[in-house]
């Protein structure tokens, strides 16, 4: 079954304590994306990888890290959480930007 | 800042009755549009999406219109169901590496 899938689905975590949310597509998609989801501020772009070791910033990346060796795998890194970043995360694959992107279940994380 | 954005937060319709949802966006450099369907818990889900050469596409009881003369993005949901009651998203991507997201309009119809 095609799918991108997250891990953990549920997070709670201190401030400071370094964590990291997987992703993980099977549809060999080259573009890959992190969003937060914050409620009545839509869905905002965290960042995105056009291909392997290839990254670049969203709009809100202040605070988190990626990384992209491989195709499958985009892994969403908080060196530091902070309560500010308590969010519901999305990763999201795609065949290119201007394609249908596909959505994991989302990582809903609260830093206390 | 944002610049995709939706007319209405909540749209209230009938079972039966056909949706309207509004986006505007006011990039004119902006080719390729898309609407999401996020249900409660879950991420979103493609519905249909739109090039900036093209004024209308047709799907499965959707259809999105594209007025690139006013900026103005619509989705028309036509004999609304239950189960379309979600939040509906537009994104727009201005011909670069990203997609950029409206703030949503919850769509709910009451049988």
């Known amino acids: 079954e095609a799918q991108v899938t997250q891990n953990p689905r549920y997070l709670i975590t201190v401030t400071g304590k370094k964590l990291t949310v997987t992703c993980s597509q099977n549809?060999?998609?080259?573009?890959m994306s992190w969003y937060r989801q914050d409620p009545g501020l839509g869905l905002r772009q965290i960042y995105y990888?056009?291909?392997?070791?290839?990254?670049d910033k969203g709009d809100v990346p202040e605070g988190y890290k990626v990384s992209r060796k491989e195709k499958r795998n985009f892994p969403l890194i908080l060196e530091s959480p902070s309560p500010n970043q308590t969010s519901l995360y999305f990763c999201?694959?795609?065949?290119?930007?201007?394609?249908?992107?596909?959505f994991g279940p989302g990582t809903r994380l609260t830093v206390l | 800042g944002e610049s995709v954005g939706l007319h209405l937060p909540t749209l209230s319709v009938q079972e039966g009755d056909n949706s309207i949802i509004n986006c505007a966006y006011s990039?004119?450099?902006?080719?390729?549009f898309i609407w999401y369907k996020q249900e409660s818990g879950k991420g979103p889900q493609f519905i249909i999406d739109?090039?900036?050469?093209?004024d209308k596409r047709q799907g499965q009881r959707v259809t999105v219109l594209l007025n690139k003369t006013v900026k103005h993005l619509s989705l028309q949901i036509a004999a609304t169901q239950p189960g379309d009651s979600a939040v509906y998203f537009c994104?727009?991507?201005?011909?670069?590496?990203?997609?950029?997201f409206g703030k949503g309009t919850t769509l709910s119809v009451s049988s």
């Open positions: 999201a694959s795609s065949l290119g930007v201007t394609n249908e992107q596909f």
């Open positions: 549809m060999n998609h080259e573009y």
């Open positions: 990888s056009m291909n392997v070791e290839v990254t």
């Open positions: 990039n004119s450099a902006s080719d390729y």
């Open positions: 739109i090039r900036s050469n093209m």
């Open positions: 994104a727009e991507n201005r011909g670069g590496t990203a997609l950029i």
